[in-house]
């Protein structure tokens, strides 16, 4: 591993987290004291030492993973190094990599190499959710909760989480949306029964109902994302393509008759006028008008005033 020279940034923690904290390790105290080993500017800390992350982002840890992690930190040990702040003398605190830091327990390591930060709550809240949203594979709905406790805790706007994240406004929505979901789809996201393409395709239904209705067909039909985004499109759309059926079974001479009396209407108002019928005989007309003068004038013609 090469050398870190004192006071050279390193982007280690993602876009943005410069402007969090600086990245130089805090050497002077610990290091005269003997209470870690530095190693190539990273210090060797004992695990007993370190405090979990409160605010760690990531609920689910998946079992099978972790210990498949902890058999290849047994053979090649901690290729990156995990974050943590300073509570206190022989006190530590988790700011990013809670993975490793479990996977080393598995392992049955004593000690663990970590970048020692300065932070305060709010800071060590910031750079655990950027770095788990960055670095670790969350799942949709992990990324959205994340994403909304950016903004509300941290008081974030969209644009400025957008430049933390490194993603732009609308993917950002994108994931907000989610929370709008039922729980019992907001759990098929958690547990990846469904997609986030399916998820965003059911965020389009209104009724809740019809929400619940689709994703339970998506579970049972293994429905693509592109047949659940149809069956939205025909869900959302029943009454306009009632319309525009039966505005195609208007015959050709009916057409020319409502023509013909949009004409004398238009005529008699001297105003543009709209005539719209269906095959069943309904319609409407619109008479447009421009000012109260114009409004009082057709009222006139129509005998009402």
């Known amino acids: 591993m090469a050398e870190n020279k004192p006071g050279k940034k390193r982007n280690a923690l993602g876009r943005g987290l410069g402007a969090l904290l600086k990245d130089t390790p805090q050497t002077t105290k610990l290091e005269t004291e003997g209470k870690v080993n530095p190693v190539a500017g990273i210090f060797e800390i004992p695990l007993s030492e370190i405090q979990v992350n409160p605010y760690q982002p990531r609920v689910h840890f998946d079992k099978t993973a972790l210990e498949e992690l902890s058999e290849s930190i047994k053979v090649q040990g901690i290729i990156q190094p995990i974050t943590v702040r300073r509570l206190g003398d022989n006190e530590y605190q988790l700011i990013s990599g809670e993975r490793r830091f479990q996977a080393s327990k598995l392992a049955g390591l004593e000690k663990v190499p970590a970048y020692v930060r300065t932070a305060n709550d709010q800071q060590m809240l910031e750079m655990a959710l950027i770095e788990n949203i960055q670095r670790e594979n969350l799942n949709a709905l992990e990324i959205a909760h994340s994403y909304q406790r950016l903004l509300s805790e941290c008081d974030l706007k969209q644009e400025q989480l957008g430049d933390r994240v490194g993603k732009n406004r609308t993917t950002v929505n994108n994931y907000l949306r989610l929370l709008k979901l039922p729980p019992d789809i907001q759990a098929g996201i958690r547990d990846q029964r469904i997609s986030m393409g399916h998820a965003r395709a059911l965020i389009n239904i209104e ?86 003068d114009d409004l009082n004038r057709i009222l006139e013609i129509l005998d009402i005033i």
């Open 207 to 292: 009724d809740i109902a019809n929400q619940l209705a689709i994703f339970q067909k998506i579970l049972s039909e293994e429905l693509s994302v592109r047949k659940v985004e149809a069956l939205v499109k025909e869900l959302n759309s029943p009454k306009e393509e009632k319309v525009k059926a039966e505005g195609q079974s208007v015959s050709p001479a009916k057409k020319y008759e409502i023509n013909q009396i949009q004409q004398k209407l238009a005529s008699h108002f001297g105003t543009k006028v709209a005539l719209k019928a269906d095959g069943k005989d309904k319609g409407e007309i619109k008479i447009p008008f421009h000012s109260t």
